[in-house]
């Protein structure tokens, strides 16, 4: 066991540990928390697999703009502060069944499969300097497909949340200024 | 390294999200769950980019592309959870059955017909009395 590999195992086990947290806390602010270690192991699991530029853009676009973008609607939604007991519904062990079978086929079927694959770690295939290089030369135009999709995702967040525009109703057609969808949401606001 | 320890964490972390779409209420909950999975999905690219040492690295390119893809997926879900919680007061995915909005009497009649169908035969009758007089208010 290589020193790469304790050390992966050690921030493989803060995340997994970390994401078991996030899924059986009962406070919905500690799972956005505790969603944070769980990213920041897994940018240093990328970092130790060599893939730097990859742990840069997870810690700046998970751990900065996702967590904080979660928190943001947990504040949204009043939810509690502090222990709420209905965090969980009435299928959870229902639920540990499916997952701890998961877990078992994935582990099972991919340490059978890749036994005995191993590959040296050299530092450098995933810096930024290459990636840019081959996200602009081969995969332009994906990135460019992609770009469409974020400004589209922009505009249906935006109609969505949005409450005085949104269909008319048909039995409220003579008053345009009072679709009937964002009526409450006003007042609650 | 042995390409058994990145695979392992990601399973592990996969079915740890997977028990957190199930098992979770709140819809908040269940979308960091999806971001624990998707981040499994993230990791074993990852790591087979390393392991076939492409050179046009497209594990990486596709996890940059993942990583933007759930950014954009979570604004939009945050967005539907917001309008849910606007118009229902809560966000709980078990509580949240019907396929359509109580706005009025016309849209609730409706409803009604639809569960007494998924009911059985025996609830026509009181359903079919609950439908007509909100027809006749809206003509």
Redesign the interface.
Known sequence: M?G??IV??LL?IV??GS??L??TTRQ?VH??LW?VV??GA?AG??L????E??AW??VL??VG??VV??L???M????PIGQSM???????W???G???A??AV??TV??MG??D?????KPG??SAE??GA??FR??VL??EV?SV??LA??V??IV??R?DIGPR?P?RAGHPGHP??GG??EG?G | ?????????A??????????V?????A??V???V??ML?AV??NL??F???W?DR???G??L???T??????????G??????V???RQM????RLRALA?E??G?VRGVRGDGEGESEGEGAKDGDHAAVVPSEGS?T
């Open positions: 290589s790469q590999e992966f195992t493989g995340a997994v994401g078991l996030v899924v919905l799972a956005a969603l769980s990213f897994l699991g990328y130790v697999l060599t893939a530029f990859v853009v997870q676009i998970y703009a996702i973008l979660l943001f609607g947990i949204l939604t009043r939810a209905d965090l969980d519904s009435g299928n959870r229902i639920a540990a499916v997952a701890v998961t877990a994935l582990v991919l340490v890749f036994r694959a191993h590959t040296p770690l295939g995933g290459e990636l081959s996200v081969t995969w994906p990135f992609l999709l974020l995702s922009l249906g967040a969505l949340s409450s109703l039995g009937g969808r409450r949401g609650d | 390294m042995h390409l058994a320890y990145p695979l392992v964490v399973s592990l972390l996969f079915s740890i999200g997977v028990y957190g199930l098992a979770r209420r709140n908040i909950l979308l960091m769950s971001e624990l981040n993230n990791l990852v790591t980019d390393i392991w040492r046009l690295h497209g990486q390119v996890t940059l592309f990583i933007v893809i759930a950014a954009a997926e979570v604004g939009l945050l967005a539907i959870v917001l309008l919680y606007r118009n966000i709980d995915v078990d909005e706005t009025g016309d809206t």
